[in-house]
């Protein structure tokens, strides 16, 4: 997988191949080829990033806020690049992010189930009372998946509890009921707080 951001984000062959892929520098390059080919709308979508930002100076986000480069030289244009191409898209995920970040405050605020703590990259982390638990997990759960733009990408979200940030195990909702995602791996507590016999 690290290999495959690499290459979305600019990644060239010596270091791939001195890297994850550890093999010389033509296989290296025959492997970025062959995901360029393989994937051709996204290489056609990259290139177009690419030149927009060195010909127009900006890109933007799915949301429409842009990302502008004022002074593009010989020593810059490769970072330039790089940041055409990542903008799009960790842009529009962390917007995605802070639009659901905002609705869930909102609504803890509301109706007292507890409050938002931070974010950790795509993450949100939250204090809930334990007696909201159950509908503060669904709460979040349709939150997050509910796009805020149009598209046909489904949107998923792990969920995770735990006593603190250290200790935390996965959940998944079945029937309207939270349980553990692993439940022959469940810890005591995670077992008490889903009521699990």
């Known amino acids: ?38 994937y051709s709308k996204f ?26 480069w004022s002074f593009i030289t010989n020593d810059n244009i490769y970072s330039v690049k790089n ?27 509301e109706n007292n189930w507890g409050r938002v703590l931070f974010t950790v990259h795509d993450s949100i982390v939250f204090n809930v009372k334990k007696a909201h638990l159950n509908e503060a997990l669904s709460l979040i ?22 006593p603190s940030y250290k200790r935390v195990e996965g959940v998944k909702c079945v029937d309207g009921k939270w349980i553990p995602s692993k439940p022959h791996k469940a810890s005591d507590w995670l077992k008490e707080v889903c009521g699990v016999v």
């Open 83 to 109: 940041q055409a191409v990542n903008t799009p898209i960790q842009g529009t995920a962390s917007q995605i992010c802070m639009i659901a970040l905002t609705r869930l405050h909102n609504a803890f605020k």
């Open 43 to 68: 290489h056609k979508w990259m290139l177009k990033m690419e030149n927009q930002a060195i010909n127009e100076g900006y890109v933007t986000t799915a949301f429409g806020h842009k990302r502008r």
């Open 1 to 38: 997988m690290e290999t495959v951001f690499g290459i979305m984000y600019g990644r060239k062959a010596p270091s791939l191949a001195h890297g994850e892929l550890n093999c010389s520098v033509n296989e290296a390059q025959r492997y970025i080829d062959n995901f360029h080919k393989k």
């Open 141 to 162: 759960q349709a939150i997050m998946t509910d796009a805020p733009l149009d598209t046909d990408v489904p949107f998923v979200v792990d969920i995770e509890i735990g």
